[in-house]
């Protein structure tokens, strides 16, 4: 077993790449809140291949859970010793195999709290990653302002010495060390979201600030919040998934876990207390995130949201068979030249060109083919930030705006009918649709549509080339269906 051949040999037998060094050596220089897929696919990746080249042995990983629903990972990994077999999937059908040991040291919150602060003030401790999920910073997405009524957050900040939230024990973990003199840190967000070290410096400074002002003045000095940019495609594993991945790596893993071949990680230089030479195996650090953020959400993310409607209609189920038609596929690309590219300034060294080629093929990647139906999840949250920045500049710009006008009537038809163009039935998962954008979508007035919350950034009503294509999309699209729409869409 695996368990069995780790714990004895400190190396499983698997093709590929097995940990080539020594585990016993390594100290923990960085916790990690959040253990899941994506960071073991990520972050854990490239400091396993670090420590693999002879990096510094002080930056070994500790992995904190804090959710219940941690707990079955948090067993897995634990009983083996926090290692676990990485599959990379590549885009020619070949997979390669890794396992990955910088995972040193485990933690779970709801039954050892106590292990969780220590590791946070821990004076070896010099940088604090998370991956909380992008709506796990408690921002209103109104106000933007952090929520310090919901239950548990009004919990942690009556209970200092008892937390329940990454917040609580975040600011338990500082002021430990603060009182010890255990020196700064750097707090770095993995989470898919842009500015994602603002939003967590605004998160954790807010409640921070309301229970315990002092520390908040102690944590402005000593803490630091670099931007990052991550990506990579990393799918969720299932039973079956499991049994699969063991049989291909020889390994009898309880944790495997399996992703695309691209990775990207782009972080601002902003280390107060020192970081891994992350450079050494292809992290790039550059004094400002934005460019690359804006490439990323404008190509990928934009592109995912431009297919995710559209190619739902069309009865396409995973990403892979979407873009494996021809049709969607010159039309991402037609979005990507025409409409979103002229402005994505290529940041740093990128060759733009290859960039939206590579996008392609890893949407095309059947190893690790996403669900539509999660593209299409909460479009209300992503359009305004994925999709509203291009059109507005569009709009402005006089372009020719027949993909966006085509992208927003799908979208109107996807929420409003309940049935795709094979006449199968699906539910909308819209999670933050107000009941004025549900009235909206109910009008038989197409115009009204354009009100709706994801649009508000923009008059859309007032671009009269935009509605006038709009329009026409809206009835083509009822008349004749998405797809041979979408065929006059791409004519040459």
């Not at 954790?204 to 931007?227: E, H, M, R, Y």
């Not at 539910?427 to 649009?455: C, H, Y």
Request: proline share 6%; net charge negative; aromatic share 10%.
């Amino acid at each position: 077993m695996m368990k069995k051949e780790l714990k004895r040999q400190g190396k499983a037998k698997i093709p590929g790449a097995p940990v080539p060094y020594d585990r016993t050596t390594i100290q923990t220089g960085i916790v990690h809140i959040g253990v899941g897929n994506f960071h073991r696919a990520h972050e854990e990746f490239y400091t396993n291949q670090l420590l693999g080249m002879g990096g510094r042995d002080e930056w070994g990983i500790s992995g904190v859970a804090l959710l219940p629903q941690d707990e079955p990972l948090y067993k897995a990994l634990k009983s083996q010793d926090g290692l676990y077999t990485l599959t990379v999937c590549g885009r020619d059908g070949k997979d390669e195999f890794y396992e990955i040991g910088s995972l040193v040291d485990l933690a779970w919150g709801p039954k050892d709290p106590e292990k969780v602060i220590d590791r946070i003030a821990d004076p070896r401790t010099k940088i604090i990653t998370l991956t909380i999920t992008e709506g796990g910073y408690n921002l209103d997405k109104e106000t933007g302002e952090f929520t310090l009524s919901s239950k548990d957050v009004k919990h942690d900040l009556e209970h200092p010495g008892h937390p329940r939230t990454v917040f609580g024990f975040m600011t338990a973990g500082l002021r430990k060390r603060s009182q010890n003199g255990a020196g700064p840190v750097t707090v770095l967000s993995c989470d898919n979201l842009q500015h994602n070290g603002d939003t967590a410096r605004k998160a954790f400074a807010s409640f921070i600030g309301a229970q315990d002002p002092g520390l908040a003045q102690w944590v402005k000095k000593n803490v630091t919040f670099p931007n990052s940019m991550v990506d990579r495609i990393t799918p969720a594993v299932t039973p079956d998934d499991v049994k699969r991945l063991d049989v291909q790596s020889g390994v009898e893993d309880a944790a495997p876990v399996y992703s695309e071949d691209f990775i990207q990680w782009v972080i601002e230089d902003d280390f107060i207390a020192g970081r891994p030479d992350w450079e050494t195996v292809g992290v790039e650090f550059t004094d400002d995130v934005s460019a690359y953020e804006n490439m990323k959400l404008s190509l990928l993310n934009a592109s995912h949201s431009l297919l995710s409607y559209p190619a739902f209609l069309a009865g396409y189920r995973r990403v892979d068979e979407a873009v494996g038609d021809e049709r969607f596929a010159r039309y991402l690309r037609l979005f990507m030249d025409r409409d979103a590219g002229p402005y994505v300034p290529p940041p740093g060294n990128t060759d733009l060109e290859l960039y939206k080629k590579t996008l392609l093929e890893r949407f095309s990647n059947k190893a690790v083919s996403d669900q539509i139906s999660r593209l299409c999840f909460d479009g209300v949250s992503k359009i305004p930030v994925y999709v509203m920045p291009v059109l507005t500049k569009m709009i402005r710009d006089g372009a020719d705006l027949e993909r966006l006008a085509f992208f927003v009537a799908a979208y109107r038809h996807y929420l409003k009918h309940g049935k795709d163009d094979r006449g199968n039935a699906y539910e909308v998962n819209e999670p933050w649709l107000t009941k004025e954008d549900r009235k909206l979508i109910a009008s038989g007035d197409p115009l009204d549509f354009l009100a709706l919350s994801p649009f508000r950034s923009t008059d859309l009503k007032a671009a009269d080339k935009f509605v006038s294509q709009y329009l026409s999309m809206v009835e083509n699209i009822e008349k004749e269906g998405v797809l041979p729409v979408l065929e006059k869409l791409i004519l040459p």
